[in-house]
């Protein structure tokens, strides 16, 4: 199916450990982004992507690694998860190629991830 | 950027109308106006758009003041399935937008 997809949806892993987040997009969007949510609380924004072997920072980079080898992939990797990573994470691509309006975002479902 | 500022939560019942302010007093001339829902363990959903005036969908309305330092989410008829929490965001570019706190809309029978 078409369409933006996260895995895994579930992650229980321990403090030290390298983590990876995969998110692909069928949709050859330009922009892909990654982003946390912490209980109770709205997205911050991680990581983004404007095309292949183009990433850049966003609010919360610390901790985080991202690649872009390919369009439809965009992995994230705790490389030494701690607990204050513990969060959702989501994933979302989006049309916009830097014209004149805000494209839209669309999101995965997302990946609870659980360090402990 | 831009910083939005939202209330925290709204109560409703079904069949009303709801409308949700967010104020953003320095947004920018080339800044838009986006509305996303949330429901539980989802990803965020694009709502509405609009840079002045009004903007209707078949989901909602947008209103924008000629100042554009607000905007008003409209949904007409809510019904329980509008029980989320709507992310006000303003922004020129996709890979600058700030998601805040949302406000979380409860809608009762």
């Not at chain 2, 758009?49 to 209103?63: C, D, I, P, R, W």
């Not at chain 2, 329980?80 to 922004?91: E, I, K, P, Q, R």
């Amino acid at each position: 199916d078409a369409g933006i997809t996260q895995s895994p949806r579930y992650k229980i892993t321990e403090t030290g450990r390298q983590v990876t987040l995969m998110c692909h997009q069928t949709w050859s969007h330009s922009y892909m982004f990654w982003y946390r949510q912490d209980l109770g609380h709205g997205l911050r924004l991680i990581y983004y992507s404007a095309a292949a072997d183009i990433t850049d920072k966003g609010e919360v980079p610390d901790g985080y690694v991202v690649s872009r080898s390919k369009t439809e992939n965009f992995p994230l990797t705790l490389e030494s998860a701690t607990r204050s990573q513990t969060s959702v994470y989501f994933c979302a691509s989006s049309l916009w190629t830097g014209g004149d309006s805000s494209g839209e975002l669309f999101f995965g479902e997302g990946s609870r991830l659980t360090v402990l | 950027l831009a910083k939005t500022t939202q209330p925290i939560s709204m109560d409703s019942y079904e069949g009303q109308e709801v409308n949700i302010t967010c104020s953003h007093n320095n947004i920018a001339t080339n800044d838009y106006i986006t509305w996303y829902q949330q429901f539980p363990s989802q990803g965020p959903r694009f709502i509405i758009q609009g840079y002045k005036t009004k903007v209707t969908n078949e989901v909602a309305s947008l209103f924008i003041p000629a100042d554009r330092k607000s905007s008003t989410l409209s949904l007409p008829r809510v019904s329980l399935s509008d029980t989320a929490v709507y992310y006000c965001l303003v922004g020129e570019n996709t890979d600058k937008l700030i998601f805040g706190t949302g406000t979380r809309l409860q809608v009762f029978p």
